[in-house]
């Protein structure tokens, strides 16, 4: 099926995909999305499914192993660990998400005029590549250090030390199109810089920049069970996934579902993001979607 424009170029029209046919092509981003819709779905309704303070204290209840009292046994003072897992999804999914949507804007922002500034480029790339050149967490770590422990901070920390590789991205993508006829074109015309910007460049960009927004979402949820594996995380008051495990670690071999269970919803997470990840890559890549 074809749609005559001009009297001379027929343009393709591609009919939208069934359901059906998006299982078939993408399965793993419909599982990693099913199962991070789960995930999100166990956050937010966290106070529906347990009854149980996450911070209660018990003591003569401590070190149960999972039974049909406590779906997942309670730690060494006696804190559900069930309603503190669910709990715990919410400061990972925020981290995560929250991570994801600041580094990709600042990173965008950056990249758009380190790419088509060339004057500014020298400068911004020097300042990015220095702080790539400190791992990611060390940097989290020294950034938490100077100040007090808490969600936003922790988000503004690892947005830090994800930022430079969104504007590499969005460099490199910004570095190939300005080169492009269109551009050339629409710069003979006359079209001021931002409007260029706007309208041919960051629509090109959105493509890869969705992609490793998921990357970063799944990288910073596990930095943030790191800092709070450390003590430099979110507040001891605050279940999270990551000071479960540290709570748990002095305790492993006599109670190591404490560790293997928070550690287990870790995993999945991170897993469900990168599916996502990989499905969209493959949807949005024309190369991967003309083979598939």
């Known amino acids: 099926m074809s749609v005559l424009v001009d009297n001379a170029?027929?343009?393709?029209v591609t009919p939208r995909m069934t359901w059906r046919e998006t299982l078939r092509r993408h399965p793993t981003m419909i599982l990693g999305g099913?199962?991070?819709t789960l995930l999100i779905l166990m956050a937010i309704f966290a106070p529906l499914l347990t009854s149980l303070d996450p911070n209660a204290l018990r003591p003569?209840?401590?070190?149960?192993?999972p039974s049909a009292e406590y779906w997942f046994g309670t730690d060494m003072i006696g804190r559900d660990?069930?309603?503190?897992?669910?709990?715990g999804a919410r400061v990972s999914l925020i981290v995560g998400f929250g991570v994801a949507i600041c580094s990709t804007l600042a990173g965008l922002f950056i990249g758009l005029v380190a790419g088509f500034n060339r004057t500014?480029?020298?400068?911004?790339?020097?300042?990015?590549d220095g702080?790539?050149?400190i791992p990611p967490i060390l940097l989290a770590i020294a950034l938490m250090a100077l100040t007090r422990a808490s969600i936003e901070n922790v988000i503004v920390a690892i947005t830090i030390a994800e930022v430079p590789r969104v504007v590499r991205l969005v460099r490199g993508v910004v570095l190939t199109l300005r080169e492009q006829p269109f551009v050339e074109a629409a710069r003979a015309s006359g079209t001021r810089a931002w409007v260029i910007l706007m309208r041919h460049i960051l629509p090109n960009t959105m493509a890869p920049l969705i992609v490793q927004a998921t990357y970063i979402c799944a990288s910073a949820i596990i930095t943030e069970a790191i800092l709070s594996f450390l003590g430099a995380g979110v507040p001891p008051t605050v279940p999270s996934w990551g000071n479960i495990i540290s709570e748990g670690r002095t305790l492993f071999q006599v109670a190591a579902y404490i560790v293997v269970i928070p550690g287990l919803f870790l995993s999945v997470t991170v897993l469900a993001i990168n599916l996502v990840g990989d499905g969209l890559r493959d949807a949005l890549d024309p190369r991967l979607a003309r083979r598939m």
């Open 9 to 12: 170029i027929d343009v393709p």
């Open 81 to 87: 660990i069930y309603s503190r897992i669910l709990y």
């Open 131 to 133: 702080l790539m050149a």
């Open 34 to 36: 099913t199962v991070l």
């Open 120 to 128: 500014g480029d020298a400068v911004i790339m020097r300042i990015m």
């Open 60 to 65: 003569p209840r401590r070190l149960r192993w």
